[in-house]
């Protein structure tokens, strides 16, 4: 007859086989009997390493006693890295619950939840608060931060954590200066990215992020012998820095440039490539249009809601409706996504009524808000207004 410390001591015997000793756990619950914490703690953490991430916050959720600080930031780690948020903040509602002491490694967890989940005021209040008991942020703080400034373009406050990084004398690595290096040139505070750039070991995405940099400030000769010095370097070239340079030399209007570097790296160009020099097809170059589109569909690049759009654009401004129109039912094909802003798109320049209707129906598909959206433009498109897009933006026409 099994009594609790055998039960207990049997689900620790098992760890190495997750689902086996989450089968006696159940069968010891069954019996009427309680696992010590330590135990717990180390079948949730099991569970958690071995994918069986919901049936460890399940656990997390029903059990006695407390998980120890390093189990709680294995499962909110392994929470954040597959993209499972709600289980995430089920996770740090437990870790609240339960008053653990946070450590830097779950600090630095916590403040990467909130930050990947646009919640940047929670995220910097994590930051003060972890000053304010005296835990000292480290290099990976200030990038998860920096980085979640970023992403939420709220550059002001990026700028604020990068001047408290440098009251905390902490040291730029080539990952941590990348990220600020980033936040200067979203700026457009382009010297202060280039000091940066200089004080580090830059790499591949260094050279490429000053790229971009330099090409949103219109300095494209700086942004060219950069290039030049990469090449120099022999540092690896991947698709970001091409299609980097790509727009660098379409927004220079040396398109013959960028279709160059295209065929040098063809062979890993990505809709991002092809969405570029779309872009900059111009209203009497209906070869390069065409070109472009037969090696989109030979080279099967997918039909991303950028691309699309880039086509669209570039077709009705060469008032060729119906190559338009193929785009969309090659991607309808595909089963490629279509956002509000296509449909809108579409539904402008479409005097169809076949075709009107039937985005309409596909309209059903849509979330509510984006459905309300569409359901505005057709409405408007009915009553005689057209329709035009801005930076992938509705606007009314009257």
Do not use: W
Not at 24 to 48: K, Q, S, V, W
Not at 103 to 116: A, Q, S
Not at 198 to 220: F, H, L, N, Q, V
Not at 325 to 334: I, K, L, N, S
Request: charged content about 20%; glycine content about 4%; aromatic content about 8%.
């Amino acid at each position: 007859m099994m009594n609790e410390k055998l039960f207990d001591y049997s689900i620790r015997l098992c760890l190495q086989n997750s689902t086996y000793a989450d089968e006696i756990y159940t069968e010891m619950i069954n019996h009427g009997f309680t696992p010590t914490d330590i135990t717990m703690d180390r079948l949730i953490a099991t569970l958690g390493r071995d994918k069986s991430i919901e049936r460890a916050v399940e656990l997390l959720q029903t059990k006695q006693g407390k998980c120890s600080v390093i189990t709680y930031t294995t499962l909110l780690s392994l929470c954040i890295n597959t993209k499972m948020y709600d289980l995430s903040d089920i996770v740090y509602q437990n870790l609240v619950k339960d008053k653990v002491p946070l450590d830097l490694p779950m600090t630095n967890t916590v403040i990467k939840m909130f930050c990947e989940t646009s919640r940047l005021l929670q995220a910097e209040s994590v930051y003060q608060k972890m000053i304010h008991r005296g835990i000292t942020p480290d290099a990976f703080t200030y990038n998860l931060l920096i980085s979640g400034c970023i992403k939420a373009t709220a550059f002001r406050l990026g700028v604020g954590i990068y001047k408290d990084m440098i009251n905390h004398s902490i040291q730029l690595n080539t990952h941590l200066g990348n990220t600020v290096i980033k936040l200067f040139c979203k700026i457009g505070d382009i010297n202060i990215a280039k000091e940066i750039f200089e004080k580090i070991t830059p790499d591949s995405t260094s050279y490429g992020i000053m790229i971009s940099g330099y090409t949103g400030a219109s300095d494209y000769d700086s942004g060219e012998k950069l290039y030049s010095h990469l090449v120099r370097n022999n540092l690896p070239i991947d698709i970001v820095i091409v299609n980097t340079m790509i727009k660098l030399y379409c927004k220079s209007n040396r398109t013959e440039k960028a279709i160059e570097l295209f065929h040098s790296f063809q062979h890993v160009a990505d809709s991002v490539t092809y969405s570029t020099l779309v872009h900059a097809c111009t209203p009497n170059n209906h070869k390069q249009l065409d070109d472009l589109f037969v090696n989109i569909l030979k080279r099967m690049i997918p039909l991303s809601n950028e691309l699309c759009l880039s086509l669209y654009s570039a077709f009705f401004q060469q008032n060729r409706p119906q190559r338009a129109f193929e785009v969309y039912r090659t991607a309808q094909a595909d089963n490629a996504p279509l956002d509000v802003t296509s449909f809108a798109y579409l539904l402008s320049h479409s005097d169809s009524l076949p075709l009107v209707v039937e985005l309409m129906n596909r309209i059903k598909d849509k979330p509510s808000n984006q459905r309300t959206h569409l359901e505005l433009c057709i409405l408007m498109l009915c009553h005689g207004y057209r329709l035009t897009i801005m930076r992938q933006n509705v606007y009314l026409i009257a």
